[in-house]
């Protein structure tokens, strides 16, 4: 059922994505109430999100590792919290750096069969 949409909707000179359909024949500027809203002619970046993993990852690593030398200064305030949430923010990152990278290897394997 869902086949059938987009192939009538090509016919058409557009393309349906889910519930939203994207023409080719987009309005370049929007008026709502008193202002006029221009829409920018630009591609989509790709981002697949390993980078602002990798950085995000780096600065809780940079957070654990700055206040080690504070440990027990933050053990007799009772804030000991905050080292332990750096590193679990760094663990986790390390896990959301596998997930990115392992979208991106299978984005791009989609589309190299998609182009055969």
Do not use: K
Request: aromatic residues 12%.
């Amino acid at each position: 059922m869902s086949g059938a949409p987009a192939t009538l909707a090509t016919a058409w000179g557009w393309t349906s994505v889910g519930a939203v359909e994207l023409r080719d024949d987009q309005p370049m500027h929007h008026e709502i109430g008193n202002r006029t809203y221009f829409v920018a002619d630009v591609e989509p970046l790709d981002v697949d999100g390993v980078r602002t993993v990798e950085v995000g990852s780096a600065l809780w690593l940079l957070g654990f590792l700055a206040l080690l030398p504070f440990y027990g200064r933050l053990q007799d305030s009772g804030n000991l919290w905050w080292l332990w949430t750096c590193l679990a923010g760094f663990g986790l990152g390390l896990f959301g750096l596998e997930y990115c990278r392992r979208r991106r290897r299978s984005r791009a394997a989609g589309r190299l069969e998609s182009s055969d």
